[in-house]
């Protein structure tokens, strides 16, 4: 993947009494580059599914709400929440084809004693297909790089269809968008690690949020019927890199997966980026 060049890029803030917490830096607008890996139902064709691969380009914009959100108790006192806006816009990077398009919000939630739990974070998000995300999760921060694990594409499920001779050929003989390798296609996250190699990252902040076991995704019936958004999972890392002359940047990675199930199978839309804040 290509991103700005990081000489040009915004020097990272360290603000650690934000009332945004370890989402203060997510605050900017980041532009860089990555890879979207998605099954489609193929029935138009008269197949079960095809592959689609692409190269992308992405821009993210973080806007601070502002100020407080009070969520009025009654089990407990008020809390106040704070947060971001954010539109994410990705496109092919070949065709310049926009591909998605997102909007929504990051909150920063505080501990609570009704119920009982402690701090987390919260991204909330609408896609035009018709779907409509809630995800939680909690935010850390670590000396050093990130820990990015693999993460495979491999459909799971109990239909038949896995099981077929060459069913899931297309996963092994694609034709590779520019700069996406074979390896790619079964572990996304790996391009992750490409990107980074022969960085010096001095710390990383890690945001994971996922639709379960808190929270959900909402579609319309066309796309429930159909290709069933079931769940998400995602990982964003705030990476302040240094360079040699001992200048630092802000970089952001990320992994998503959405599982989509048709076919009685569940097929894994992986999206992975690498993003500079400008």
Known sequence: MTTKNPLRAAQPRHDTASPLGLLANLAGTWSGAGFNLIALPNKQHNQSFRLMLNATTETIQFNSIGGAVPNRGSAQGDINIFGLTYLQRVNDAQTHEGIHIEPGIWLNVPPTTAPAAPASIVRQSTIPHGDSLLAQGT???????????????????????????????????????????????GNMNQALLDDIAGQHIVNTVALQVSSLPVGGIVNIPFITTNANATRMEATFWIETVQRPDGSQFLQLQYTQTVILNFLNIDWPHISVATLIRT
């Open 139 to 185: 935010a850390s921060a670590v000396a050093g790089g990130p820990q990015i694990a693999p993460v495979s594409s491999k459909p799971t499920g109990n239909s038949p269809l896995l099981h077929q001779l060459g069913y899931l050929d297309p996963y092994g003989h694609s034709n590779l968008p520019p700069g996406m390798k074979q390896g790619y296609v």
